[in-house]
């Protein structure tokens, strides 16, 4: 567990999100990403990570800061050992959590009794632990131009389509399911509450029996 790596922030919060609304989490957001979706709300993490001195404190003390901690995966986990030891879930997102080879850390989490998931674009391997809880959210032709893999979309437990017109519902029906497993489940998410998209996530989830999520934490004020 010898490799770096670079924490754009981490804090405790409720998952707003997906099958996991609801839950106490901690989350360990990572550095970079190289989809550049135009709507993305955590864009100061789009830079590659570099070495640093700063701690996981610093990643703990900011939001939507440019800077990123650099630890260890036996310092991260040292790290929720000592300030989350009540919250029973981790969920590393991004950024792309992806870029990084997760699966020690992840088996380390899991082997403590946590419950453990990522959220990633789909376009990066997917390397974590089995029995970690994957939600792929795919990312098609975005300015980044990243592929999304048909190994990541078969690795879903959970599919999260961000919506923001009819051409995501497309790419969702013909593009991301013909390649998952049975029984993932499917999310519509409108991107950033707009309310043509929740309209159509609405009526897409009405006949095609997928669900609608809505960032639950966006609308009570959560980190
Ligand atoms: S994949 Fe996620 S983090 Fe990366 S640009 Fe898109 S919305 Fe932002």
Redesign the pocket.
């Known amino acids: 567990m010898a490799s770096l790596l670079f924490v754009n922030e981490i804090f405790a919060s409720l998952q707003g999100e997906g099958a996991w609304t609801g839950t106490p989490s901690v989350f360990v957001r990572l550095q970079g ?1 190289l ?3 135009p709507w ?1 709300d ?2 100061n ?2 830079k590659l990570g570099e070495p640093n001195d700063c701690g996981l404190d610093f990643a703990a003390s900011k939001a939507d800061a440019p800077r990123h901690a650099t630890c260890t995966g036996e310092e991260l986990l040292a790290y929720i050992d000592a300030h989350y030891a009540s919250i029973p879930h981790v969920i590393f997102t ?3 959590p992806m870029l990084f080879d997760l699966t020690d850390v992840t088996a380390a989490l899991l082997a403590r009794g946590k419950t453990v998931a990522i959220e990633t ?1 789909g376009t990066e391997p997917v390397r974590v632990a089995e029995g970690v809880w994957v939600t792929v ?1 795919p ?1 098609y032709d ?1 300015p980044g131009g990243r592929e999304v893999l048909a190994s990541a979309l078969r690795r879903a437990d959970e599919i999260k389509m961000p919506v923001s017109g009819p051409k995501d519902l497309e790419d969702l029906e013909h593009r991301t399911l013909p390649e998952t497993k049975p029984g993932v489940l499917v999310y519509v998410q409108p991107v950033s509450r707009d309310d043509e998209a929740t309209r159509l996530c609405v009526e897409a989830a009405m006949t095609k029996g997928w669900r609608v999520s809505f960032q639950v934490h966006k609308y009570v004020n959560m980190r």
């Open positions: 990403c989809c550049r979706c993305c955590t864009k993490t789009w991004g950024g792309e674009s959210s990312k975005m």
